[in-house]
């Protein structure tokens, strides 16, 4: 049974940073696509971020380009999402998703595992 667990959000003031952590199970991590999409209020879920099966090739939304960075760990079988001068428009539900797809991968269609999304809330 593949798991995907996020975890490592919070509440934290604007201009703070977080480290978002995604530990998956079930699945052979280094075979698959790592992404990061999120979901705020009121609005549909957008792609954040994802990462290659070697790490090597990165994607990034523009609005959170310069201030996040993806990155994986296949020993641990683990992807982060390092999010540095936060906004309160960067709150929202975070997810983790698993593909082995290497197309469209900003889209959530080509995403085979989701985890259940941690909680980022970007306010003083």
């Known amino acids: 049974q593949v798991q995907l667990v996020e975890s490592g959000g919070g509440l934290v003031q604007p201009g703070g940073s977080l480290r978002l952590s995604c530990a998956a199970s079930g699945l052979t991590f280094s075979g698959y696509v790592m992404g990061w999409f999120r979901q705020a209020p009121g609005k549909e879920r957008e792609f954040v971020a994802a990462?290659?099966?070697?790490?090597?090739?990165?994607y990034c939304l523009d609005s959170v380009k310069v201030r996040s960075t993806i990155s994986r760990d296949n020993s641990e079988n683990t992807v982060y999402l390092q999010m540095n001068s936060l906004k309160p428009e960067d709150t929202a539900i975070y997810y983790c998703a698993a593909t082995v797809k290497t197309g469209a991968i900003m889209s959530e269609d080509e995403y085979d595992y989701w985890g259940q999304g941690t909680q980022v809330t970007v306010s003083s």
């Open positions: 990462i290659s099966w070697n790490g090597t090739r990165r």
